[in-house]
């Protein structure tokens, strides 16, 4: 069974400033949204619990992968393809890289 | 369809679709696949999976290679949009499209938009990509018919006419 669009309430605020704070004024109640990979699927097939969704697409802060000398930050904006396509994730993580497939 | 009793509003999204500005007037989630074809008649963009898996729904989004059917229509809000009808211009075929028609690369047709935007997505990035590159460009796009060589042929052919440049 399809999901109904009109039962989803779904904005996109421009800076990551402004998603944080939606987030802390109605904590637990927006579901955060980027590639839709997992999010679009469940909508789709009628099986989406959370009625708001927040997308968190196109925020330059969340796309970022950081090495430093002791870790590896992915940042939660980035794509397989970015995974897939980073030097140094593939030379230290393959496996990651290839899980990405 | 059927009003909800709780509706949300539908939203006025602008983004570019072949070089034209368009307007619709969407409920922010509904899929970008469904607005392309429904609400803009852009109906080479096919439904395979709708599950992100097969990449017949493949279109270009500011550059990058998505599956319209995993992208909720207000995140291509300002975005610029490539789908399949971008390709031909004055009825003539792209290389790369006349590449696929010359290595018999499309038989039923489902995945052959995707195929095309994927290889093209490939040939900007690499343009005259080996095997390996061809698969993993690919590598997103399913197809039941053909058995994929004569699609990979069909890349590595465009890729030796310079349809990349």
Redesign the interface.
């Known amino acids: 069974v399809r999901a109904h669009p009109a039962d989803y309430e779904l904005v996109a605020p421009r800076t990551l400033p402004a998603v944080l704070s939606l987030l802390a004024r109605e904590p637990g109640a927006w579901l955060p949204i980027a590639g839709g990979t997992d999010v679009m699927v469940q909508y789709s097939a009628g099986r989406l619990l959370s009625r708001k969704l927040v997308s968190i697409w196109n925020l330059p802060e969340l796309r970022r992968i950081d090495i430093t000398a002791g870790e590896i930050q992915i940042g939660a904006g980035c794509t397989y393809t970015d995974l897939r396509a980073h030097e140094t994730i593939n030379r230290e993580y393959s496996l990651l890289a290839s899980a990405a497939a | 369809?059927?009003?909800?009793p709780?509706?949300?509003a539908k939203s006025e999204i602008s983004f570019t679709v072949n070089g034209k500005l368009e307007t619709v007037h969407?409920?922010?989630?509904?899929?970008l696949l469904d607005v392309l074809r429904h609400e803009l008649a852009l109906t080479g963009t096919k439904e395979g999976c709708?599950?992100?898996e097969c990449g017949s729904c493949s279109v270009l989004i500011d550059g990058t290679l998505v599956n319209s059917?995993?992208?909720?229509t207000?995140?291509a809000?300002g975005a610029k949009i490539v789908t399949i009808e971008g390709l031909a211009s004055d009825g003539r075929l792209q290389l790369l499209q006349q590449s696929f028609l010359d290595c018999g690369a499309a038989q039923c047709g489902i995945c052959t938009p995707g195929m095309i935007l994927a290889s093209l997505h490939l040939l900007k990035k690499t343009p005259q990509p080996n095997l390996e590159e061809i698969r993993e460009g690919l590598?997103g796009n399913l197809c039941r018919c053909t058995g994929y060589m004569q699609i990979f042929e069909a890349v590595a052919e465009a890729g030796r006419r310079g349809a990349a440049a």
């Open positions: 369809m059927s009003e909800s709780q509706g949300h969407v409920y922010p989630i509904e899929r709708g599950e992100g059917c995993l992208i909720p207000l995140q809000h590598s």
